[in-house]
């Protein structure tokens, strides 16, 4: 079992930035998760944005790839989701997802076992 507790968000001018923070309760540890990040704006279906995966290997949406940026610190047990330049159109709930193996940005929720509960970000223009 892995709990996932988000943290970081909150209200910033377009052009900000913004740091999220997962942290994972996990006895194995965060390098051996498969994480990911999430998105759901109002009336919108929840969009996939960046996964990293055993070897840290990152992958990303086009809406968010260079300028946002997913890593982890295993050390922490931490995942985070580093977001720049950031639009009116990111604001959002934001989750993080984690599984065993397979949960990815771009794969279907179900790959990802465990979620955290969300966090809001908001972005005024």
């Known amino acids: 079992q892995v709990q996932l507790v988000e943290s970081g968000g909150g209200s910033v001018q377009a052009g900000g930035s913004l740091t999220l923070s997962c942290v994972a309760s996990?006895?194995?540890?965060?390098?051996?998760?498969?994480m990911a990040w999430f998105r759901q704006a109002p009336g919108k279906e929840r969009e996939g944005l960046a996964s990293?995966?055993?070897?840290?290997?990152?992958a990303y949406s086009d809406s968010v790839k260079g300028r946002f940026t997913i890593s982890r610190d295993s050390a922490k047990n931490t995942l985070y989701l580093q977001m720049n330049s950031l639009r009116p159109e990111d604001t959002a709930m934001y989750y993080c997802?984690?599984?065993?193996?397979?949960?990815?940005?771009?794969?279907?929720?179900?790959?990802?076992?465990?979620w955290g509960q969300g966090v809001q970000v908001t972005v005024s223009s």
């Open positions: 997802a984690a599984g065993s193996s397979g949960c990815r940005h771009d794969r279907p929720e179900s790959s990802c076992a465990y």
């Open positions: 996990t006895s194995t540890g965060v390098r051996y998760l498969s």
């Open positions: 990293i995966g055993f070897l840290a290997t990152t």
